[in-house]
């Protein structure tokens, strides 16, 4: 299960704490950062059990779930602007007649009607959730194909009907499902439709070769490649780094010996890395346009990644390029790691700096050649 997916699949308590709980993990909700049970996390010259430590993480590296959550795109919120700038005055706790002066409108009688209004949008919302609950329960004329456990992002894509998924099988599947593909020249949606299906060539458990998958695709496209490039981007298969193993995922951990070793691998890892700051880029690789980072803990490179699935980073301008394009066109890279000194005056925060302007200054990511905005000296 993919971050967006854990996201909105949280209950109200887990969005609250900002993250969830498995077996084995502490999984934040903010940038899907991970923390094993049963790992003692070291911060400075602090240790922390694996669930202290994810408060702590998400205090340093977020501020607080209200204000991760506040800053998600209107469309996620469902707020208006103005009701957003509302909720951040009461979250800090300022006075009606405060948030009257700061906003320059009405009166603290006004004040007070935008918080009644707020109030009747909770008991709303209360409402609707609870309808939609029974409505899930107890109709079953919608009817919707639920996304496969394994899909990396659910979204308006995976909104089709049963009838309608039956209608397009036949569609695209001329002489049956076990057959041809007709095209795969198609919409998002029914690309998805078409994918499902094709999953079920292959079976649970077993480890194929990059040999016999193609010989598999095969049988439903000529261009097997492309084939299997979307099998893998959709979720319904995965495979090890290099490419010597494949198989199909039946759920978020994907075949379970291979997942096994990652984990032994992953725990050693855990335990032995140290927490490293750096300098890292993320680049638009049809363009080649380019942002500079820093950030003291490399392992969260994966937050920025979360917060752009999720319509909310900080650089409006690679958002909108990320939408444009497509998440695939993007690479993280780390860029240089930044070596401590051992010397007790070391300033990590003016080293990064120093360190984060080098590369600015090699890479120059600026109007054409990247979305990094010229600071003001």
Known sequence: MNNAEMFWNASVEELKQGYLETDEYYICLLCGSKFEKGIIYKDKDTF????????????????????????????????????????????QGKSDAEIKNE???????????????????????RVFIAMMELLKAGDKAAGFVEPHRTAKMVDDRYSITTEENEKQLIKYFPEGTDGPIKTFEVKEKHKIVILREIAKRFKSGQIYSEKEINEILKTAYYDYVTLRRYM?????????????????KTDDSGNGEIEMDRKTELRQLYKEAEIQAGVFQIKNTVNQKVLVLSTTNLKTINGKKFNLEMGNFINKELQKEWKEFGEEVFIFEVLEVLKPEKDEHFDLKDALKKLEEKWLDKLQPYGN???????DK
Request: hydrophobic share 30%; aromatic share 14%; with cysteine.
């Open 369 to 375: 050649r990247g979305y990094n905005k010229i600071k």
């Open 232 to 248: 893998i981007e959709y979720g319904f298969l995965e495979r090890k780094p290099d490419g010597s193993q494949y198989w199909l």
């Open 48 to 91: 922390f059990e694996a669930w202290k430590y994810i408060c702590r993480h998400i205090e340093k590296e977020h501020g607080s779930v209200f204000l991760h959550l506040v800053q998600l795109d209107k469309k996620i919120t469902g707020l208006t602007d103005h009701q957003n700038r509302l909720l951040r005055l009461f979250y």
């Open 103 to 125: 906003m320059e409108i009405g009166s603290t009688s006004t004040i007070r009607n935008h918080r009644f209004a707020l109030k009747e949008k909770e008991r709303q919302s």
